[in-house]
Structure formats: structure tokens, C-alpha cells
């Protein structure tokens, strides 16, 4: 129970992020409001089914197959949750604007997805080299530090995907 709680709320966590960078690209007054952050958890949620029980039925009949296609759903659709606070259209129009989205800009997803793992091996190594000292100076209490780290660097990799969202041809959708 502990896991999927502390799973909800990294989800809100990284949708509050998301929407918050979302606004100050966009340069709107735009506020908070829980009923949109609710259907963006939604959209999230079925975002991760969908990219998770499609491929385990697969990989129960051609195992490698499915692992394969994990990754590829995951980034198919994860830029339906931009879409759909640009757009304001439904869960399903936004899934399925999403895939237009990675069918037609192809060849910049495997730019996003190179830049995406380089970001996040810098981000793991800073964090372990700061780390160490800290263990040193601060003992136990250092995990705290390492998580900000953590945040901080997840928070740079989202601009970078809310940045190259923005640089897509877009106009399959519009």
C-alpha cells in the first residue's frame, strides 16, 4: 500500500512540475485548478496502462518483443498530457494526437530519448559524487540532499521535454 501511495504521489508530483513549466512556456496567467491536475492524473494513469499491460501480454508470447515495445508506447504517448493542456481536448483525442505527434517527428524522438538518457546519467552521477561527501559530513541525513539533487535534475529533464514538445511540427493536430 506504502508503494502505490508513495507511486500517486510522484505522479501528482510530476504532473504539478509539468503543468507548472507547461504555463511559464506558454508566458499565460493560467492558475492551478484540481480539476484539471485530477484529469491530467487520469490521462497519466491510463498513460501507464496502457504502456504497461499491452506489452506484458505480448511478452507472454514472444518475450522480447514486448520489452521492445514498452519504451516506444511509453514516449508515443506521453506527450498527450502536453496536448491536452494545450488543447484542452479529451483523454482519448489527446492519446491518440499524441501517436500523430510520434508517427510524424520520428526521426527527433531518438534526439529526445539520447539527450533524455545523457541528462539522466549526468543527473545519477552528480548526485552520487555529491552524495558521497555528504554521507561524510552529514551521515544519514544526507539522503534528503541526494533527493533535491534528484528533483532538481528531473525538473531540468522536463523543461527539456516541455522545450522539445514545443519544437515539433505540431500541425497534424492543430
Known amino acids: 500500500i506504502f508503494m502505490i501511495f508513495s507511486f500517486v504521489i510522484s505522479m501528482v508530483y510530476n504532473l504539478l512540475i509539468i503543468k507548472f513549466i507547461f504555463i511559464n512556456f506558454q508566458n499565460n496567467n493560467k492558475t492551478f485548478k484540481l480539476d484539471e491536475v ?64 510520434f508517427k510524424y517527428n520520428m526521426s527527433n524522438m531518438l534526439t529526445l530519448c539520447l539527450i533524455h538518457c545523457a541528462g539522466a546519467l549526468m543527473i545519477i552521477y552528480a548526485t552520487t559524487l555529491l552524495g558521497v561527501p555528504l554521507t561524510y559530513i552529514f551521515g544519514n541525513f544526507s539522503t534528503i540532499f541526494q533527493q533535491i539533487f534528484m528533483n532538481i535534475g528531473h525538473y531540468l529533464l522536463s523543461i527539456i521535454w516541455v522545450s522539445f514538445y514545443f519544437s515539433l511540427d505540431r500541425s497534424i493536430i492543430k
Open 38 to 101: 485530477f484529469n491530467l492524473f487520469i490521462l497519466f494513469s491510463s498513460i501507464y496502462i496502457l504502456s504497461l499491460f499491452p506489452p506484458m501480454l505480448i511478452m507472454l508470447f514472444i518475450p522480447f518483443l514486448g520489452a521492445l515495445f514498452m519504451p516506444f508506447i511509453y514516449i508515443a504517448l506521453f506527450f498527450a498530457i502536453y496536448i491536452k493542456l494545450e488543447f484542452q481536448t479529451s483523454i482519448l483525442d489527446s492519446l491518440v494526437k499524441s501517436y500523430l505527434v
